[in-house]
């Protein structure tokens, strides 16, 4: 059974860094486009940064410059760096495993982990 378990969240003040981990496993993870999520309370689910297996990266404009998604293919981790946090960035973070291959699709999320940012 495919797993990504995330830790690393907590909380921390305005301005503070966090870093998340997300370890996977059975999958074949350089394969796969991996992915961070957030969710707030009575909010959607919102991408925060993703790396194709080709190491591409994309971020919103919300937290470009700020945030910093990699992966360390021979551990099966990516890790989300989260720097000059705001408050705005309170939310449950999730992991997402993404893969197409022709007609086959392939999307695993984790558990979530809570980042509180406040004074």
């Known amino acids: 059974q495919v797993q990504l378990v995330e830790s690393g969240g907590g909380l921390v003040q305005p301005g503070g860094s966090l870093r998340l981990s997300c370890a996977a496993s059975?999958?074949?993870?350089?394969?796969?486009?991996m992915a961070w999520y957030r969710q707030a309370p009575g909010q959607q689910r919102e991408l925060v940064a993703a790396?194709?297996?080709?190491?591409?990266?994309n971020y919103p404009d919300s937290v470009k410059g700020r945030f910093t998604i990699s992966a360390d293919n021979a551990k099966n981790t990516v890790y989300l760096q989260m720097n000059s946090l705001k408050p705005e960035d309170t939310a449950v973070y999730y992991c997402?495993?993404?893969?197409?291959?022709?007609?086959?699709?392939?999307?695993?999320w984790g558990q979530g982990t809570q980042v509180t940012v406040s004074s």
């Open positions: 997402n495993a993404k893969r197409s291959l022709l007609s086959n699709d392939w999307n695993y």
């Open positions: 059975r999958i074949a993870f350089s394969l796969y486009t």
């Open positions: 790396v194709t297996s080709g190491g591409s990266t």
